[in-house]
């Protein structure tokens, strides 16, 4: 699986869009780029995934570049409650092979401020 | 509607005693994977069910360790003569079908081995 890359840690004031950056330079063409998030002592959650096209949902908007080798994830008015550490992982999509393995980088620790 | 329940949330036991540890997938979700997040560490894949097929135990650390879903739902996850360095978050997840699909995570069991 394609690697990526996010800053450790950003900050962000409540109310404000938080966007938060992941390179996949290395993404092949039949991989899709998911973002999950895990606040404090809570297991993951899946927040939005995407292949080429822009993505949005009640939780953020996806914006892949159009040479796939970035993303941004975008929280349009942070609260406090999205203090979290967000990880974004490329996984091919169809069956076969072990790409059901989900695997999570250090990520990146938003942290918003009141 | 609801989503992966796990119990317990917590779980102290003394080193040699063993351990179940419980998971119920989304309703009409055929997968279910469970994983082992240690103080720190990434996320670690421990077994895999789909439907009917034989399950991927490739992940499980030692003999000790062992998984089942019964009637292709609940599944429990048994570790038995429990070491203090299996003291970690186990996260049970689970998805629609395919190998490909979003997998939504419950809150984790935090096991303590004394």
């Known amino acids: 699986d394609a690697k990526t890359t996010q800053p450790p840690s950003m900050d962000c004031a409540e109310g404000r869009a938080a966007n938060l950056p992941c390179n996949h330079s290395t993404i092949s063409g039949n991989e899709y780029v998911y973002w999950y998030r895990q606040i404090h002592s809570q297991g993951p959650q899946y927040i939005i995934h995407g292949l080429k096209n822009n993505e949005t949902n009640e939780m953020a908007s996806l914006i892949i570049t159009e040479d796939r080798k970035s993303s941004t994830l975008i929280l349009p008015h942070a609260t406090l409650r999205d203090t979290a550490v967000y990880y974004c992982i490329v996984r091919p999509g169809g069956s076969g092979g072990s790409n059901y393995k989900l695997t999570f980088g250090k990520g990146t620790l938003l942290t918003v401020n009141p | 509607g609801a989503g992966v329940s796990q119990s317990p949330s917590n779980k102290v036991t003394e080193k040699g005693k063993d351990v179940e540890l419980r998971c119920d997938p989304i309703s009409g979700h055929t997968a279910l994977y469970w994983y082992r997040q240690s103080l720190g560490q990434g996320l670690e894949f421990l077994i895999y069910?789909?439907?009917?097929?034989?399950?991927?135990k490739s992940g499980l650390p030692s003999d000790r360790f062992s998984a089942e879903r019964t009637g292709g739902s609940v599944s429990t996850l048994t570790i038995q003569r429990t070491q203090q360095e299996d003291s970690a978050v186990y996260l049970c997840a689970s998805s629609f079908a395919a190998q490909s699909e979003t997998q939504y995570f419950g809150p984790g069991t935090r096991l303590l081995v004394l």
């Open positions: 069910f789909q439907g009917n097929s034989a399950p991927d």
